[in-house]
């Protein structure tokens, strides 16, 4: 069974850092990309940042980058973002999962139950 | 960036209805479309990919079309699991939502 569990949330305050953990099961780690999604309280969707397979390949979406950092280790079937310089509009409860092409598509078809990024002001 | 547009925002539909959920794109995209669905609480759960491709486990009642810049979701017979939020997501250009369409029993 496919699983990812992600950690490391909490409280922290404006400009603060944390570092967020998501460790994955059931699927050989190193044959998909992963990604980070957020979703801040009451709101929708968004991407943050993904890795390719290897760790060679990252990209982000603008609001995060020189702040966010992303990376893997496959020998530990883990993904990790590491963020700096945390501001109030980063609180959101922060997705791990896993990416996959299907030829016309990219999606995200596992996904972990979220961890909590609550960022003071 | 790619701006991707749902409609309605919000929907109330009865059991047994038939649902259309709408998603619209700032510039074509060929069928580089997904539809997720999202009960309080939860994580995302994908239903669609590729515009019109049934993700293993999903209830056939639900199915997706569309190309280009217009696609839709559709649920044949709504069931009482089926009010959530559902959100369409591209992949032609990065990777990006539409803001969700709350789907509420009427």
């Known amino acids: 069974e496919v699983q990812v569990v992600e950690s490391g949330g909490g409280l922290v305050q404006a400009g603060g850092s944390l570092r967020l953990s998501c460790a994955a099961s059931g699927f050989t780690f190193n044959r998909y990309w992963m990604s980070w999604v957020r979703q801040a309280p009451g709101k929708g969707l968004e991407w943050v940042a993904n890795i390719k397979k290897d760790g060679s390949e990252k990209y982000y979406v603008d609001s995060v980058k020189g702040r966010f950092t992303i990376s893997r280790d496959n020998a530990k079937n883990s993904l990790y973002l590491q963020m700096n310089s945390l501001r109030a509009e980063d609180t959101a409860v922060y997705y791990c999962a896993r990416g996959t092409y299907s030829g016309s598509s990219y999606f995200f078809d596992y996904w972990g139950q979220g961890t909590l990024v609550t960022v003071s002001s | 960036d790619i701006q991707m547009t749902q409609s309605p925002s919000s929907l109330s539909a009865s059991v047994g209805d038939r649902v259309t959920i709408t998603c619209r794109a700032s510039?074509?995209?060929?069928?580089?479309l997904n539809w997720y669905q999202q009960k309080p609480g939860k994580a995302p759960n994908l239903l669609i990919y590729?515009?019109?491709s049934l993700q293993s486990g999903v209830p056939s009642r639900f199915s997706g079309s569309g190309s280009g810049t217009d696609f839709t979701l559709t649920i044949s017979s709504l069931q009482p699991e089926d009010f959530a939020t559902y959100y369409c997501q591209q992949s032609y250009s990065s990777y990006t939502f539409g803001q969700g369409t709350k789907l509420e029993i009427k």
């Open positions: 510039q074509s995209m060929s069928t580089h």
């Open positions: 590729a515009a019109s």
